[in-house]
């Protein structure tokens, strides 16, 4: 008996290290693991800081040697004439104008096809057409540069002849049809999140579905739709590849769709590309052009976060 209750003591006692060795275990776990989730979630903020850096120190170098009223006001850009231009307009308004006519495809068609997805088609349906949509997401941009260059120019050449070879209509057509899955998905989700105790509600009024659809459903998640548009003109804005190629590199600054145009992103190609020798100026303009198009997109990004607050709707 009394080598039993010396046995039970032993095992107690065996119990309560390894109990204690458990809990000194779980003590470090509980300390080391949320410093090691703040370190991952430190990388994104510390790669954008590394970013600004790079850029702008790179780009102070550029406006030692070109006046900043002059590349944010010149109308003509010629880095490597025998008297250099560096305006950055003839950009500026290519990247505007190859987005708004992406947004003029993208935003009717998208939407369109979220409130079919959203108010129209059955389950069914919804689930086998939706992942079709988001397949043209996943169709590498070089793929449609091509398909801009070698397919659509020569079909709207047929219908307008003044059209050049490398123009910035077709690539923004192109590019709108690409942000047709990112409209359209983004907008049916926040469509979906409507309650149906609204709809229901406006069905008992005696509202037609459309009516419901315009008059209550659209309303109520207008914010998401909203940012939809902004996050797709800010993914047209730094799009490369599209405009690279279908677009040309004459900068011209002009309003003209019909002419071949560069865009901000086709600059940086076309210089990083180049041969352009580090240090020179056209070197240190590429980095003002991407500084210029940073800001750009991160205002976007910006208005897309505002619109999504001010009108946010919670149900």
């Known amino acids: 008996m009394k080598d039993l209750g010396t046995q039970d003591k032993l095992n107690v006692r065996e119990m309560i290290e390894e109990k204690k060795s458990t809990v000194n275990i779980n003590s470090v776990m509980e300390k080391f693991v949320p410093k090691f989730l703040f370190a991952i979630a430190a ?72 409130v079919y997805l ?49 123009n910035i209509l077709s690539p923004g057509i192109v590019m709108g049809i690409m942000i047709i899955p990112m409209v359209a998905s983004l907008s049916e989700d926040a469509m979906s999140s409507v309650p149906n105790s609204m709809r229901e509600g406006a069905l008992a009024l005696g509202a037609t579905k459309l009516e419901v659809t315009w008059k209550v459903v659209i309303p109520a998640a207008i914010s998401g739709i909203i940012s939809s548009f902004v996050l797709g003109i800010s993914r047209a804005i730094g799009e490369t590849m599209i405009v690279t190629i279908a ?8 309003f003209d769709i019909t002419q071949s145009m560069q865009t901000m992103t086709a600059y940086i190609v076309e210089v990083t590309g180049g041969e352009a020798a580090a240090g020179t100026t056209i070197y240190y303009s590429l980095y003002a052009v991407a500084m210029t198009l940073f800001v750009f997109t991160l205002i976007m990004n910006l208005i897309a976060q505002y619109i999504s607050r001010r009108f946010r709707e919670e149900y």
């Open 247 to 254: 677009s040309g590199s004459n900068k011209n600054f002009t």
């Open 43 to 114: 990388i994104s903020i510390f790669t954008t800081i590394g970013i600004v850096i790079t850029l702008l120190t790179e780009t102070v170098n550029f406006f030692r040697d070109v006046p900043f009223l002059d590349f944010f006001t010149g109308t003509e850009l010629n880095p490597i004439g025998r008297e250099p231009q560096f305006g950055v307009l003839p950009l500026l308004t290519g990247t505007i104008i190859s987005s708004v006519i992406a947004m003029f495809v993208a935003i009717p068609i998208g939407l369109m096809s979220a």
């Open 118 to 166: 959203s108010e129209y088609a059955t389950e069914r349906v919804r689930r086998t057409l939706k992942p079709i949509l988001e397949i043209l997401a996943g169709i590498p941009t070089i793929v449609y540069g091509f398909f801009a260059f070698t397919f659509v120019t020569p079909l709207l050449r047929s219908f307008i002849p003044a059209l050049e070879p490398t």
